[in-house]
């Protein structure tokens, strides 16, 4: 069975400091998503990477695909109080003769950032 | 265009009673998948139906069921409610294009299930 362990499981922050969080695996994984989910509402795609070493940027959102394409980090860059929420990462696993096997999310990170 | 629509959003029910959940994907998008997510275990994989076929299927009892109409809308079922179906169960539609590395998931707000 393949699991995602993300870290820290929760972050309170201020505005305007930097943070990374983290998502572990032994398994190796065919693409990495990561997800915000607000309350009330369902998680929201962020990005996906793909290949082992990649690294994308969306605005203060840094992502990274380890190179064994087993873990991933998100790093933010002078967090703001809307980015609070769950984030969550899912790896995608091998498409079989009957498509794609299902996503594995982690339990998520848990951040406040308080203003 | 509309998004991932799921009713209802809140559902009470007491231990023993069945419920069944209603999911109306995206337009276009044939497949639907179905989540449980609970501040425990966070989200876990119910099952994924596509063109009103069932193609995967997660570690659940027989109790949760699912399926899928033709026109891509599809509902879950919870039959015997226990305490520990408390959760809130998640919807997400997609194109599914065949490979992984291009799937993208679009979830619904879910639906809120508490048993009393």
């Known amino acids: 069975t393949q699991l995602l362990e993300q870290s820290p499981q929760f972050l309170s922050i201020q505005e305007g400091e930097n943070l990374t969080v983290y998502c572990n695996s032994s398994?190796?994984?065919?693409?990495l998503q990561w997800y915000r989910q607000e309350p009330g509402e369902g998680p929201v795609l962020l990005v996906t990477v793909v290949t082992g070493g990649e690294v994308k940027k969306l605005k203060r959102l840094t992502f990274q695909f380890g190179d064994a394409r087993k873990d991933s980090s998100l790093h933010i860059t002078a967090a703001q109080p809307g980015d609070t929420g769950l984030y969550l990462c899912a790896g995608g696993g091998p498409t079989t003769y009957s498509g794609n096997t299902p996503l594995v999310f982690g339990k998520g990170t848990r951040l406040s950032v308080i203003a | 265009k509309a998004g991932v629509t799921q009713t209802p959003r809140y559902l009470i029910k007491t231990r023993g009673q069945q419920v069944t959940l209603s999911c109306s994907p995206i337009s276009g998008h044939r497949s639907v998948s179905w989540y449980q997510q609970t501040p425990g275990q966070g989200l876990q994989f119910l099952f994924e139906y596509f063109s009103e076929t069932q193609r995967n299927k997660g570690n659940f009892p027989g109790r949760f069921s699912g399926r899928q109409f033709s026109n891509s809308r599809s509902e879950m079922n919870v039959s015997t409610l226990e305490l520990g179906d408390s959760a809130l169960y998640l919807c997400?539609?997609?194109?599914?294009?065949?490979?992984?590395?291009?799937?993208?998931?679009?979830f619904g707000s879910g639906t809120q299930l508490s048993v009393l």
């Open positions: 398994s190796v994984f065919s693409s």
């Open positions: 997400a539609s997609s194109w599914r294009t065949g490979t992984a590395t291009n799937e993208k998931l679009f």
